[in-house]
């Protein structure tokens, strides 16, 4: 199992990053997908899930209404797309793989893979 | 959303040691319960799911306890490659939220 992250760097506040987690070695479309950030200096931070067939999403709070998941699964890929970037979305990106398929109505498995990260700083 | 309350926030201990980190949740979660192990700029590793359940490879030394709210990590006989920081993580709703973590040091 293998998850990449890739298309973190700078952005100013109020602009807006696209982030993907390309994976492989495992059957993409039966997982569903974590983002997950940690910010400097504080612990981790659950970002957003997308089921394995895309039919549902859920947000945390603090993003809600910022970002939107999807994914593409003849690319064995999620993306992360972040807009009205602020300070307090400077992170290290996660993306992680669910442990078991689920679906509704049961709640999102727990991450067994992770991929390595990539950072996202939000300056001016 | 489901709070979760992680303690002690720091944790000093030496090799050998067998250390015990806790995990409150508010409201219940059953025993939707990871534990993870991070190290600095690395990923994190998941460690136990379903709050006992030890994930393949983890070294028997790590054990997880627990079930509705209270929650612990135990580690017998610390060994170098045990100090990180570690997590716990509710699952229990589709809003997963984590502990604010234990960084466990050398004494």
């Known amino acids: 199992v293998q998850l990449v992250e890739s298309g973190g760097g700078v952005a100013q506040p109020g602009e807006s990053l696209r982030l993907s987690c390309a994976a492989s070695?495992?059957?993409?479309?039966?997982?569903?997908i974590h983002w997950v950030r940690k910010a400097p200096g504080k612990g981790l931070e659950w970002v957003a899930f997308i089921r394995s067939d895309g039919s549902h999403k859920y947000f945390a709070d603090s993003v809600m209404g910022r970002f939107t998941i999807s994914r593409d699964d003849s690319k064995n890929t999620v993306f992360l797309q972040m807009s009205s970037l602020t300070s307090e979305d400077t992170a290290v990106y996660f993306c992680?793989?669910?442990?078991?398929?689920?679906?509704?109505?049961?709640?999102?498995?727990?991450?067994?893979?992770w991929g390595q990260g990539t950072m996202v700083t939000v300056s001016s | 959303d489901i709070q979760m309350t992680q303690s002690p926030s720091t944790l000093s201990a030496s090799l050998g040691d067998r250390v015990t980190i806790t995990c409150r949740a508010s409201?219940?979660?059953?025993?939707?319960l990871a534990w993870y192990q991070q190290k600095p700029g690395k990923a994190p590793k998941l460690l136990i799911y379903?709050?006992?359940t030890l994930q393949g490879g983890v070294p028997s030394r790590f054990s997880g306890s627990g079930s509705g709210t209270d929650f612990t990590l135990t580690i017998n006989s610390l060994q170098p490659d045990d100090f990180a920081t570690y997590y716990c993580q509710q699952y229990n709703s589709y809003s997963p939220t984590f502990g604010q973590g234990t960084k466990l040091e050398i004494k």
């Open positions: 409201p219940s979660v059953s025993n939707y």
């Open positions: 070695g495992f059957t993409f479309s039966n997982f569903g």
């Open positions: 992680g793989k669910e442990f078991s398929p689920s679906s509704p109505p049961d709640p999102p498995d727990a991450v067994d893979f």
């Open positions: 379903r709050a006992s």
